[in-house]
DNA sequence: TCTCCATGGTGATAGCTTGTAACGAACGAT
DNA sequence: ATCGTTCGTTACAAGCTATCACCATGGAGA
């Protein structure tokens, strides 16, 4: 064994990797199509040409697998805001680039924000992206000369998830609304 | 075959909606602890002392149980808002019973709001329940006389959505926030 | 170059789930 | 008392998670 350069530069590990790449991208249709809790390793596995227990070679199990997609959907929301605010984004720019994210694939959002499994703990990790994103949000407050950063950070949060959610989830069906519309309304209500 | 009444009180039928209430019952428990994805007909059946496929007489499966408990949860929301509109509540008198009813069980409040199933498409009666709600806090919001009643009740909808499936999620767990003065500062806000 | 072992893939298996089917028992209406 | 609907049972198919034993392969070192 090389241990070379700790990147997994080995032929084995980009293979490996590799093999988890696809096995998450097929994860991530596979949840878009059917939610999260349709999420089968099995069929995944089928999916790439392998037969069912293969893919434990790769994830302990459906949970690992699960958690690594949340942890990738945190990572991007994290890269989206950070991207967003060196771009010198202001609080509105923000919110509308929280907002195409979310739009861009719903189900990646609910699985962040979504309804709470009661068993589940997230690994301590997601929660220091979390925090990540907290504060490159409270920074932008803060850029944003506002009264009080940290509570309009909170609205921030709080407001939009609020209008976000519910269109997500369809809430807004039949009722004769723009979405967009109301988004910005909440926008606006943000100081 | 008696006909009797239409109302099920003959002794069959008596019987038949004693074991589904029995069986809702039970259901309700296995997802206040475990989520509705958890939710299994086999296991209600079993703790019901009866096996398997038994249940399956009473409902058409799994669907159609989670279905009525949706039903049930729409209904027990639109009677908690029809009484406390009926005892004179103001607007954050409203918003405190919504907060009280959903963490009483916060499952059954995101059975209602949370993570919607891609496939799932709600039968048609309960977003005729749905529909009570939202009247009877549009009843509300035209009583304390505001200024736009449809703008404050949706604002009412989504504000309070937003800081209470954060709350009841569990988001605002490591942060040192106390969700209740969260929830009212943004009652403070609905005019 | 050759050996050898970690790695990866397979099928078999246990135990769970949803649902259907076939059979027998019980209950109630006539 | 009879007779048919309803109910509960076991058996079964198909799917899932996950573990196991076994076999092939490929890369690292001698």
Redesign the interface.
Known sequence: MARMAESGTTPRERYRNQVRAEAKQLAWEQI???????LSLNAVAKRMGMSGPALYRYFTGRDELITELIRDAYRSLADTFRDAAAAGADLPDLARALRRWALADP?RY?LI???????YHAPADT?TIS?EI?ATLLGVCGATDSPAPFATA?AF???????L??E????FA??D?DPEA?FEA?IA?LR
């Not at 878009?32 to 349709?38: E, I, L, Q």
């Not at 924000?113 to 068993?119: A, D, F, I, L």
């Not at 949060?157 to 209008?163: A, E, I, N, Y």
């Open positions: 878009a199509a059917d939610g999260a809790s349709a189900q609910f924000y979504g309804t709470p499994v009661p068993g929660t925090s907290m909170l949060w709080t407001r939009l998830h609020g209008v959610s519910l997500l989830a369809g809430q039949g009722m609304l109301l909440e209500t």
